[in-house]
């Protein structure tokens, strides 16, 4: 079967495709956000630690463990650590199966607002329009989110139908720049707003005394869902890597461009913000808000030719939470595909197919359908595993943040770090060249010790202090 499975063109078609699905929705609608809410400078500090002290020695182990097995998330544990690492090859399919059937709700979303400011740039932003009424308006009406989110789901299979050259490295690499694009322009313009001096402060300037513990552990949690981590997403692309295909340099360029533009991405929306007298008090109730409610307004009040760059915008959401579905979907596919042998039409359409079913209750679960919108698991167990969430979303939302990434993210360290041999992994990271400690001995000391302590520490607050991270 080896023979048949994908492979990337070349370094570049892995580092376009798996920063593709790297950055998201992550990094456009969750940071920005958790940094606003943590307090900045400081906040941002720690996750850039945390970037480089545990999600890129994961990203290394991910890619490596997917590059030497050739195989998706549960053959590749398997051969790499042995049989019973299936388990948390499978616990990974299950994440991507249930964090792409919420994720999709959001990404449609940014269809809707796509639509509404090509709308406003056509014919003029209507003064009045009460944008938390707008948001409520199309999150509450079913049909329409159905429509939305089937609409994402067709763009993410079609995608994924086509395959790993065809399909996913194609999009990546056309959508990628255009993506860099928008961005750049994006950013120049928030820069010569007025806030956007304050806004640098703000991102930039540490201030410790902003900072709570629990804000550590969530920059950690953040960590692992901005870089596509603890779920099988990297080993799946990292199989479909030749040998000849270097996993150091793909692992820092990806950690790297995330990291960027993040950062960006939050320059851009503070900038934007802190040029509006009173914007700050109304930003902070919630993650929605700032993207989906804030922002459309500001476009079209505050940012210079932000009628043309608007729309442009949420172009770029929309761009952004492709890469990342299709490589939600990739992995539940592939294992379909490795596992049991399905041909790959075959193999996405019946998982892109059964995703969309829970899909579904995602999409009614922001007021269409009482029940599913108020859906609760009451007690201690509701309390633990879904902090309290009220409706089918935000309890799948806090379930896969806060206990499947990190227990996943975990698995891996001791899978790479404790079960594979020195030599297996040495092996695949240096590539024939002199080990040395800075090659090597690095990985190796980070993946065996900082990496799974940090992370059992989230996972220990999650668990016995109830920190929620989602
Ligand atoms: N990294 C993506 C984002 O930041 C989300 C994602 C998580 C995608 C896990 C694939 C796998 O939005």
């Known amino acids: 079967m080896d023979g048949q499975r994908g492979n990337w063109s070349s370094n570049m078609g892995l580092i376009l495709a798996a920063t593709g699905s790297a950055i998201g929705l992550g990094n456009l609608w969750k940071f ?26 994961i990203m290394m182990a991910e890619l490596l463990i997917g590059r030497k097995t050739q195989k998706s998330a549960v053959g590749a544990l398997k051969d790499a650590a042995g049989p019973m690492w299936g388990i948390v090859g499978a616990w990974g399919v299950l994440c991507g199966f249930i964090l792409l059937s919420y994720y999709t ?22 003064s009045g329009m009460a944008m938390g009424d707008l948001f409520g ?20 299979v079609s995608v994924v139908y086509l395959g790993v050259q065809k399909g ?53 949690g953040h960590s692992f869902f901005t870089l596509s981590l603890g779920m099988g997403c990297m080993v799946t692309y990292g199989s479909y890597i030749s040998k000849t295909q270097s996993v150091v340099k793909a692992s820092a360029t990806i950690v790297l461009l995330d990291t960027l533009i993040a950062l960006i991405a939050t320059v851009i929306m503070f900038s934007v913000i802190f040029s509006v007298p009173g914007m700050e008090e109304q930003v902070g109730g919630s993650t929605v808000g700032m993207l989906f409610i804030s922002l459309p307004e500001l476009f079209f009040t505050e940012v210079p030719l932000g009628r043309f760059l608007g729309p442009l915008f949420y172009v770029l959401v929309a761009l952004a ?3 990342s579905t299709i490589s939600l979907l990739e992995v539940v596919t592939s294992y379909v595909i490795d596992e049991h042998g399905l041909a790959r039409q075959k193999a996405t359409l019946m998982c892109g197919g059964t995703v969309f079913i829970f899909t579904i209750l995602a999409a009614i679960s922001f007021g269409a359908v009482s029940g599913v919108s108020n859906l609760v698991v009451p007690g201690a ?54 080990p040395s400690w800075f090659r090597y001995g690095a990985w190796r000391f980070f993946i065996r010790f ?20 989602s």
Not at 32 to 57: H, K, S
């Open 105 to 126: 709700v959001i990404a449609g979303w940014s269809l809707f607002y796509f639509s509404k400011s090509f709308g406003w740039m056509v014919s003029g932003f209507p």
């Open 137 to 156: 308006e199309q999150s509450s009406n079913g049909a329409l989110q159905l429509g939305l989110s089937f609409g994402f789901s067709i763009a993410t």
């Open 32 to 57: 920005p956000f958790i940094t606003w809410e943590n307090g900045g400078g400081a906040f941002v500090l720690v996750y850039l630690i945390c970037i480089a002290a545990v999600g890129l020695p």
């Open 321 to 323: 939470a492709l890469t």
């Open 381 to 434: 167990i509701g309390e633990t595993l879904f902090g309290g969430k009220i409706g089918w979303f935000s309890m799948a939302d806090h379930f896969v943040s806060n206990w499947m990434l990190p227990t996943g993210g975990f698995a891996v360290t001791i899978a790479a770090g404790w079960f594979m041999t020195r030599e297996d992994t040495m092996n695949e990271l240096v590539d024939g060249t002199q």
């Open 450 to 469: 900082v990496a799974p302590t940090a992370i059992a520490a989230i996972i220990i607050a999650v668990m016995i202090f109830g920190v929620d991270f």
């Open 168 to 220: 996913i490295e194609r999009i990546a690499r056309t959508f990628l720049p255009v993506l860099g694009v928008i961005l750049v322009l994006l950013l120049f313009s928030a820069l010569r707003m007025s806030g956007s001096g304050e806004a640098l402060v703000f991102i930039f300037q540490p201030n410790f005394n902003e900072l709570e513990p629990v804000a550590i552990l969530e920059a950690l």
